[in-house]
């Protein structure tokens, strides 16, 4: 499966903010864009004014890098937006919040969204009591997701749910931090999402 695999501090220092793609480093005074609070290459440092569809295409990049998509992936969860009844915007953030890998990384078993997919491939995760390592697996209100017993041993998991109370659990989601599983009590709506993302930006992009 096709994924970036280049410098990933570099995407947040080119969206100007923390997308939290290094998991324990991001919280560390080891951050890039705490060292360096600009933009990467030699014109980083330049202050240039955007344009309408620049402020648009760099609000959908930020989106991207969030969830860990490449643009194939994320076009695609638009268009199934689109066509769900509702708000347009706010049906993609739903959309992308429900990913098996991004629900991982908001329980606490995993610090970043990368590290999510890793474990999540490597089948140490079940969903209702079945195994499923395909990261972009769409969760609905009632699905359970718990360690697998065999993987409740494994250091990143154990070390992630240690900071989980740092993070915060959204609302539509409860946890059971010693039994290490999480159930999905409902879906999440534009007041539980708290990426700093304006949805309606990437509406506009895709509606030219």
């Not at 990467?40 to 609000?59: I, W």
């Not at 076009?75 to 919040?97: D, H, P, R, V």
């Not at 915060?168 to 539980?192: A, C, F, N, S, Y």
């Amino acid at each position: 499966m096709a994924r970036y695999t280049g410098a990933v501090c570099r995407l947040c220092r080119r969206e100007g903010l923390k997308l939290f793609l290094k998991g324990e480093r991001c919280f560390g005074d080891k951050c890039a864009i705490d060292k360096r609070h600009y933009a990467p290459g030699v014109h980083g440092q330049r202050r240039s004014k955007m344009s309408e569809y620049a402020t648009q295409l760099r609000e959908k990049q930020k989106a991207k890098r969030s969830y860990g998509l490449l643009e194939k992936q994320f076009k695609g969860y638009f268009s199934k937006a689109e066509k769900t009844k509702g708000i347009t915007g706010e049906n993609l953030l739903s959309l992308l919040e429900r990913r098996f890998d991004n629900v991982v990384c908001l329980m606490g078993f995993a610090n970043s969204s990368s590290q999510a997919r890793q474990l999540v491939r490597h089948d140490h995760f079940i969903i209702n009591g079945k195994k499923v390592n395909i990261p972009s697996y769409l969760l609905k209100v009632g699905d359970i997701i718990e360690v697998k017993e065999k993987s409740k041993g494994i250091e990143q998991i154990k070390n992630a749910l240690e900071r989980v109370e740092q993070k915060g659990i959204p609302q539509w989601i409860e946890l059971d931090k010693q039994q290490m599983k999480g159930t999905v009590v409902g879906l999440p709506t534009r007041e539980d999402i708290t990426k700093p993302l304006q949805e309606q930006l990437i509406v506009e992009l895709y509606s030219k």
